[in-house]
């Protein structure tokens, strides 16, 4: 196996003068905007939201759709964190899901730690909310943030893959990270998607939707 010192050691000590100057002429054409990642909205709790609604941006120009959820509050204690999607651009949140998820805990005192399946609603063809975060607190301190990532909204031909990873201060003060994977169950376009708790207003935080190159 060739080592670094080898490799280097071929280089002449004088193929490249760096102290002479270097210019260039003509021009470079062909190069694509390579950014991964481009930002369409951005949902910003004003501490009274019901809930978190993108009800535009959401079509055929990128096969994949990435929201960015940062320190989201709860209203109320003990509260889940939740998603849905749309066909009719918001006028109804309904499209059934089938999905399944995981979570693994660990106390503020490290003294208990676990991992196991979460319960989720939208889990068996079921139209209601999904879960993206259980039991969020509603202290000063705590929060939920995370990914969730929709693949190829537009189709009409497949259904649409979704998968969530959060991240959040439960409200017996424990560390709880969560993923959720499966798909939404129609061949029908989404269009409008709808982030909510199960109960109370969302009280901070903010929610970017970015288009993946």
């Known amino acids: 196996m060739a080592t670094a010192s080898t490799s280097l050691s071929k280089i002449k ?39 978190a609604q993108f009800t535009s941006g959401i079509d055929s120009t990128y096969k994949e759709y990435l929201f960015v959820i940062n320190n989201i509050h709860p209203e109320s204690d003990f509260k889940s964190f939740m998603f849905n999607a749309s066909v009719d651009g918001g006028s109804n949140y309904n499209v059934s899901k089938t999905t399944s998820s995981f979570r693994a805990i660990q106390n503020e005192s490290a003294t208990t730690a676990f991992g196991n399946r979460a319960s989720s609603t939208g889990a068996d063809e079921d139209t ?26 537009s189709s009409t031909t497949f259904v649409k893959i979704i998968s969530t990873e959060s991240q959040h201060y439960q409200k ?6 969560i993923f959720n994977a499966g798909y939404c169950n129609t061949t029908s376009a989404i269009n409008a998607v709808r ?3 199960n ?4 009280q901070g935080g903010t929610i970017d939707m970015f288009g993946v190159v």
């Open 172 to 177: 017996d003060n424990y560390s709880m990270h």
């Open 199 to 202: 109960e109370g207003e969302i």
């Open 128 to 153: 209601g909310d999904m879960y993206i975060a259980d039991g969020v607190g509603n202290d000063n301190d705590q929060s939920v943030s995370g990914l969730v990532r929709l693949y190829n909204p």
């Open 13 to 51: 000590a004088n193929s490249l003068n760096l102290a002479g100057t270097f210019g260039f002429s003509g021009t470079v054409s062909g190069l694509a905007d390579e950014t991964p990642l481009v930002l369409i909205s951005t949902f910003t709790s004003d501490g009274s939201d019901a809930d």
């Open 195 to 197: 982030f909510r708790f």
